[in-house]
């Protein structure tokens, strides 16, 4: 008799649109659906997490519903040393009371949060030892949080090596894998900044005594978007690029990637994000229950 298939549930990073790994689970508890192994990264690694450890899903939703702008300015107060910009103090007591003082070993659903080896720049599965904490490294943003050290290991978010760990999911006993991918695609960033004429009739324009200058429509859409922009499209495409990539190589049998737009979720608003996971995860339902019945 061949052996039973176990499933495994990757939940990827993506910030605030981890949001709608809670309608995705929401879906696979209403079919009946549990998941053998959990794999998570950043937001997927604290979902993943919390659900690993038997906190309900009401509990899980309710959570992501009560974050507004003040609570999220509380987790970002600056610190020093300036090895971030918060230390991350915040974010670990908000971590403790959704998940307690569970360790890994002790969850019912084998699990494992993945972050990144500061130093060695590999990725690191955190597989043991207390839950808040494995969930704390892997949420740990660079720049914006501490780092955090494990194990003699300086770790910090796992998005920046492996935004969804199917390998890791693997190699905890996964036979098949249930992939969800929320990162922000980078054409659908809406970039803007400051217009660009053509340079030679800003001159000329400047010669005449800065009389108004004659613009062509493709020299209209010419612009120069600020630093923070040019940062976060370089973060976004370079993630992207590792997720498809990490993707390719170790490819999951359903793959569920939630439509965002028009709307995305923020950390003040979620609704959508939640909604968006539900509607991904039931159009992946077909796909996700002939895989549970093989």
């Known amino acids: 008799m061949p052996e039973k ?17 809670v309608g995705v689970l929401k879906v696979l508890v209403e079919n009946g659906i549990e998941p053998d192994v959990i794999a998570g990264t950043s937001m997927g690694a604290e979902v993943g997490g919390a659900y690993a450890a038997g906190v309900g899903l009401d509990r899980i939703e309710q959570e992501w519903r009560s974050t507004h702008f003040t609570k999220v300015f509380k987790t970002l107060f600056p610190t020093v040393p300036w090895a971030g910009w918060s ?17 890994i070993e002790s969850l019912p659903i084998p699990y494992a949060a993945l972050a990144t080896d500061l130093e060695s720049g590999l990725p690191f599965p955190i597989t043991k030892g207390p839950l808040a904490t494995a969930i704390r490294a892997s949420v740990s943003v660079p720049g914006l949080f501490v780092p955090i050290w494990i194990d003699g290991h300086l770790l910090i978010d796992g998005g920046v090596s492996n935004p969804a760990p199917i390998d890791v999911a693997r190699s905890l006993g996964a036979t098949k894998i249930i992939a969800v991918d929320v990162l922000v695609r980078p054409d659908e960033v809406q970039l803007s900044g400051i217009p660009v004429p053509d340079y030679r009739d800003r001159i000329l324009g400047i010669t005449k005594g800065m009389e108004r200058l004659s613009l062509s429509d493709e020299q209209r859409r ?73």
């Open 5 to 21: 298939e176990r499933i495994g549930l990757v939940l990827g990073s993506g910030g605030a649109r981890g949001s709608a790994h």
């Open 222 to 294: 010419k612009f120069y978007p600020n630093v923070f922009t040019v940062l976060f499209q370089m973060s976004t495409v370079f993630q992207k690029r590792v997720s498809n990539l990490m993707l390719q190589l170790h490819p999951p049998d359903v793959l569920i990637q939630p439509e965002f737009s028009p709307d995305p979720p923020s950390y003040s608003d979620v609704k959508h994000g939640i909604e968006a996971g539900e509607e991904a995860a039931r159009r992946a339902l077909p796909e996700i229950l002939a895989l549970v019945d093989r």
């Open 87 to 103: 230390s991350g103090r915040e974010v670990m007591r908000t971590i403790r009371l959704l998940v307690g003082d569970r360790t």
